[in-house]
């Protein structure tokens, strides 16, 4: 190592230098001040211009605007008129480009900016809408003549409407039994052999699975209904729990409803036919009433 070399350790960092092809003629230092590299790196940066500076605020009140539209329609549950959103933007600003520009950012993402009757909301993509799909059980309580009529089908069944009156002692409206229908807990069975062929009602499976009951006999009897205080304690002597009898077959004194349903079809064949027998014999009397008319007219008076 030289002593130019050494000298140049000591004073401070090394200098880069570069070296001609012959290996003989040193270049200059990098770091002077001419180098064209240190000229680039210390040239200043143009100052944005007037028009220029007023784009870029126009562009920032423009991206403000669009982020108040999102957050108005994001937040709330309903959908907003550009009337509406007007009024959360600068006096005589236009939402419709707005909207129209976001519409297109969301186009094809989870959620869509759509219009609906004429106002703007967020909407779940159309092929996503299963993901969000929820299902809830709307559970209603039964009234307590409800509950009394079903309790009178469950141990009293195959019963008519007449009957679970008698034993309740008042009138059983029509809507109690719908709604008992509708729950799913009650069937029409057939028809009593009686005056009128009343209907005859009677339990599902889907009660026995509501009531976790394996069958109706299990039901809770005199006994069971006394320990629970459901019974009060000062009950007639002759009281009993009937015991529940839930057959599928009908009952001897049950007509199926099949052939009522047959019966009455072949009813209204038969009252269709007689009217058209009706409507034949006036045809044919007024053909023959016609007919005397014409003869009489026909007849030269006598002399």
């Known amino acids: 190592m030289t002593a130019s070399d050494e000298d140049e350790r000591q004073s401070g960092p090394p200098k880069l230098r570069l070296v001609s092809s012959d290996g003989q003629k040193p270049a200059e230092d990098v770091r002077n001040e001419g180098s064209p590299a240190l000229a680039t790196c210390e040239e200043p940066v143009a100052e944005p211009e007037v028009g220029e500076s007023g784009s870029v605020e126009q562009l920032h009140e423009r991206q403000r605007m669009l982020r ?3 957050a108005l329609l994001f937040s709330t549950s309903q959908s907003l008129s550009v009337s ?10 236009d939402p419709l480009p707005l909207l129209m520009e976001l519409q297109e950012r969301y186009q094809g993402g989870g959620i869509n900016l759509v219009r609906v009757a004429g106002k703007w909301a967020f909407r779940t993509a159309p092929d996503l809408g299963y993901l969000l799909k929820r299902e809830t059980v709307d559970e209603r309580r039964l009234s307590k003549a409800a509950l009394e009529t079903l309790a009178i089908i469950a141990y009293h069944q195959p019963v008519t409407r007449a009957e679970i009156e008698e034993i309740r002692g008042v009138s059983t409206s029509a809507g109690t039994l719908d709604i008992l229908l509708e729950t799913g807990w009650i069937r ?12 005859t009602y009677g339990t599902t499976d889907q009660f026995l699975e509501h009531f976790g009951i394996d069958s109706v006999r299990d039901l809770p009897g005199l006994g069971e209904l006394r320990g629970a205080g459901l019974l009060s304690a000062q009950l007639p002597p002759d009281f009993s729990v009937p015991q529940p009898n839930d057959v599928a077959a009908l009952m001897p004194d049950e007509l199926p409803l099949e052939e009522e349903e047959e019966s009455q079809e072949s009813l209204d064949l038969d009252e269709e036919t007689d009217e058209e ?20 007219k026909s007849d030269p008076p006598s002399q």
Do not use: I, Q, W, Y
């Not at 029409?188 to 209907?199: E, I, K, S």
């Open 68 to 70: 108040v539209l999102e």
């Open 84 to 93: 509406k959103l007007s009024e959360f933007l600068p006096p005589g600003e």
């Open 188 to 199: 029409p069975r057939g028809r009593r052999r009686a005056p009128g062929r009343p209907l």
């Open 277 to 296: 027998n009706d409507d034949e014999a006036m045809d044919n009397e007024a053909g023959d009433l016609h007919e005397a008319e014409s003869t009489d």
